[in-house]
Nanobody, 120 residues
């Protein structure tokens, strides 16, 4: 599946931002979708996942309560809502897909990423 991320911009600490992951082809509701980020010099980390089966979600402890992943079936888009952004949230954010029904599987398809910069 071809994934395209958008929504990354420069924001100030404390701001909110919503990233989008869209597919122009296959329906994303056939896939489990994850959001990842990678900052310069750091490893890529998974920030959120939403399962294909029942929409259950996963977040690492580092963003629990600040980030929310959701689907819009009509728009064939998965969102990552990010609140109370911090400078350490600065990174290139990617979405990824896998045809597995639940979170925890190895992702097979990746987007190109969208840059989020949090700075005053």
């Amino acid at each position: 599946v071809l994934l395209v991320e958008s929504g990354g911009v420069l924001v100030q600490p404390g701001d909110s931002l919503r990233l989008s992951c869209a597919s122009s082809g296959e329906p994303l509701d056939d896939y489990t979708i994850g959001w990842f980020r990678q900052a310069p010099g750091k490893e890529r980390e998974e920030m959120a996942c939403i399962s294909q089966t029942d929409g259950s979600t996963y977040y690492p402890d580092s963003v629990e309560g600040r980030f929310t992943i959701s689907r819009d079936f009509a728009k064939n888009t998965v969102y990552l809502q990010m609140n109370s952004l911090k400078p350490e949230d600065t990174a290139l954010y990617y979405c990824a897909a896998v045809g597995d029904p639940d979170c925890g599987a190895e992702y097979t398809d990746w987007g190109q990423g969208t840059q989020v910069t949090v700075s005053s």
